[in-house]
């Protein structure tokens, strides 16, 4: 089935460090990603999307290429602040209808002083 | 605007227990979510209902979990019996229905199964 595969479950920095959390997805049709950021004791929040190979989705400083060939949308930022620190969700789309996102396992970000 | 109000915010039952809880989704938004969290598993889909009619019903979450929509602005979880293993924290989450851009969730209640 379609799924999404986030490698780093834990990641700590300090403050203007560049933050990297790879994102590798597989699915069965031609999917749109999504990256979503929770904070502590809120639920999940949309921060952008990509819908077609080679678009650069970005937001609050964030970004990620899609990779259609790598089947990858990794997320990147160039100088992660203590502000940072949340949850942060990888997704799939696949139908414009019935949409339903699929999501990766989180990765926690931790940024210290 | 409000936005999607979960309560109770933190419960905890007893194995065996019936628990229910509740869900009122963004005004005007037409498809409403319920997820499971953990740390383990992530985020899982548990329901999907659009204008009320359930759409997705979680496939293994079927026999013991059960989400209603009883009118467009309330939405019940009801968990029977509960295990250890369903706790966790059960997210709402509700969208305008045109894509995930729309998609606002809950802050989440905190269940715990003795």
């Known amino acids: 089935g379609d799924s999404v595969t986030q490698t780093e479950g834990q990641v700590a920095l300090s403050e203007e460090d560049f933050l990297t959390i790879h994102c590798n997805y597989s699915?069965?049709?031609?999917?749109?990603l999504f990256w979503y950021v929770q904070y502590p004791g809120e639920g999940p929040q949309f921060l952008f999307r990509?819908?077609?190979?080679?678009e650069k989705g970005s937001s609050r400083g964030f970004e990620a290429t899609y990779n259609k060939e790598a089947t990858s949308f990794h997320l990147q930022k160039a100088s992660v602040q203590e502000s940072d620190s949340a949850v942060y969700y990888c997704a799939l789309s696949l139908s414009s209808g019935s949409w339903q996102l699929i999501f990766g396992s989180g990765t926690q970000l931790t940024v210290m002083p | 605007d409000a936005g999607v109000t979960q309560t109770p915010r933190h419960e905890v039952a007893e194995k065996g227990q019936t628990i229910i809880l509740k869900c009122e989704p963004v005004?005007?938004?037409?498809?409403l979510f319920w997820y499971r969290q953990t740390k383990i598993q992530g985020l899982e889909l548990l329901s999907y209902?659009?204008?009320?009619?359930?759409?997705?019903d979680g496939g293994a979450f079927k026999d013991r979990f059960k989400a209603e929509m009883l009118n467009s602005s309330f939405s019940t979880l009801k968990i029977q019996p509960t295990e250890p293993k369903d706790s966790a924290v059960y997210l709402c989450?509700?969208?305008?229905?045109?894509?995930?851009?729309?998609?606002?969730f809950g802050s989440g209640t905190r269940l715990t199964v003795l």
């Open positions: 005004s005007g938004h037409n498809d």
């Open positions: 989450a509700s969208s305008l229905g045109t894509g995930p851009e729309t998609l606002y």
């Open positions: 699915a069965s049709g031609y999917p749109a």
């Open positions: 209902f659009r204008s009320k009619s359930l759409m997705e």
């Open positions: 990509a819908s077609r190979d080679k």
